[in-house]
């Protein structure tokens, strides 16, 4: 048990390529990602509030800058109501990559705002993400990005094996594009994939891309269409 009732959780992934919003940040190169977090206890049953805060990282390559670490910190508020079945997120994150130099901007901070509601045959997940200057001075950013992901209990083979599909659809926008280094404002991304969880530990393959063709991501590959494996455990 965790100071003032709450709970500290820790995890480590291992991925073949690093995707956010569908561009590979390791330039389809494997990361290894750890996280620690801690969350507080519900204010009451009657107020199912709490608050949480997480601080998680990974290894990063980008063209301009090449290998380096990407360390973010997380905080917000979580409530849960109708027996967890709904949950609404209100947070802020902080972007930082340690070593890179200061005239790239590369550090940055998005305000997020995620609901959730779990139907049983689907969990339906819908983030907004706002950020008043984004990655590389790149000024105003939204990306909204909604998720369904459904059990798959007939593929189940015993009480320690589980499996569940996902399909992620999104949209990314930012006001000086060229910075972002995207050949416009906006462009959509997708992920769609399958988790297994054996004995506590989560192992996943997904196909994930963007509209962004390989001349709109600085003649490379790192937003076209690819598979992606995951192995994670949570302790």
Not at 6 to 13: C, E, Q, S, V
Not at 106 to 124: K, P
Not at 127 to 141: C, I, L, M, Q, T
Request: aromatic share 14%; net charge neutral; glycine share 12%.
């Amino acid at each position: 048990m965790a100071p003032l009732g709450g709970t500290f959780t820790a995890n480590l992934t291992l991925v073949s390529d690093y995707s956010f919003g569908g561009i590979s940040q390791t330039q389809r190169q494997p990361a290894v990602q750890p996280g620690l977090g801690y969350t507080t206890a519900k204010v009451s049953e009657t107020v199912p509030l709490s608050a949480y805060l997480w601080v998680w990282g990974s290894n990063v390559n980008f063209a301009s800058s090449g290998p380096g670490v990407e360390v973010d910190l997380m905080g917000g508020l979580k409530l849960k109501a109708h027996d967890d079945r709904l949950g609404i997120d209100l947070g802020y994150l902080r972007y930082f990559y340690p070593g890179s130099p200061a005239a790239l901007s590369y550090n940055y901070g998005d305000f997020t705002l995620t609901g959730s509601y779990d139907l049983d045959v689907v969990l339906i997940n819908a983030k907004v993400r706002y950020s008043p200057n984004s990655f590389g001075n790149s000024g105003n950013a939204w990306d909204k990005r909604v998720r369904l992901t459904a059990p798959l209990p007939f593929l189940s083979l015993n009480q320690n094996i589980s499996f569940k599909a996902y399909g992620t659809l999104g949209n990314q926008w930012v006001e000086r594009y060229l910075n972002y280094g995207i050949p416009s404002n906006d462009y959509w991304y997708w992920q769609a994939g399958v988790i297994t969880s054996a004995w506590g530990i989560d192992i996943g393959v997904a196909y994930t891309g963007t509209t962004i063709d390989v001349a709109g991501c600085g003649n490379t590959t790192n937003c076209q269409g690819r598979v992606i494996m995951t192995v994670g455990k949570t302790f």
